[in-house]
């Protein structure tokens, strides 16, 4: 793993970062949080949020969980060991 410095934070790499062909729908640009083996990916403006399994990220047919926000902004989202986000 390499770590790259970046201000206060580090960005770390188990390989050398790339695009794939894989796409999440928006309506705008938004944050991805991985957390516990999921991936949740928070549209701003909507608060369309879709939930992956954070191995299959990168595969096209991988099974997205979708949930919205109340009042939404901009923001991310996480889900929880007990289900709740």
């Known amino acids: 793993m390499t770590a790259e410095p970046h201000r206060d934070?580090?960005?770390?790499?188990?390989?050398?970062?790339?695009l794939t062909e894989?796409?999440?729908?928006?309506?705008?640009?938004?944050?991805?949080?991985v957390h516990e083996g999921r991936?949740?990916?928070?549209g701003d403006?909507?608060?369309?949020?879709?939930?992956?399994d954070s191995a299959k990220i990168a595969d096209p047919d991988a099974a997205a969980r979708a949930f919205s926000?109340?009042?939404?902004?901009?923001?991310?989202?996480?889900?929880?060991d007990e289900g709740s986000f």
Not at 39 to 42: A, D, G, I, N, P
């Open 9 to 18: 934070h580090s960005h770390h790499f188990a390989g050398e970062p790339h």
């Open 22 to 33: 894989v796409t999440y729908q928006a309506p705008k640009a938004g944050h991805v949080v």
């Open 39 to 42: 991936t949740v990916l928070f």
């Open 45 to 52: 403006g909507d608060g369309s949020n879709q939930v992956v």
């Open 69 to 80: 926000a109340d009042a939404p902004h901009h923001g991310v989202a996480l889900k929880l």
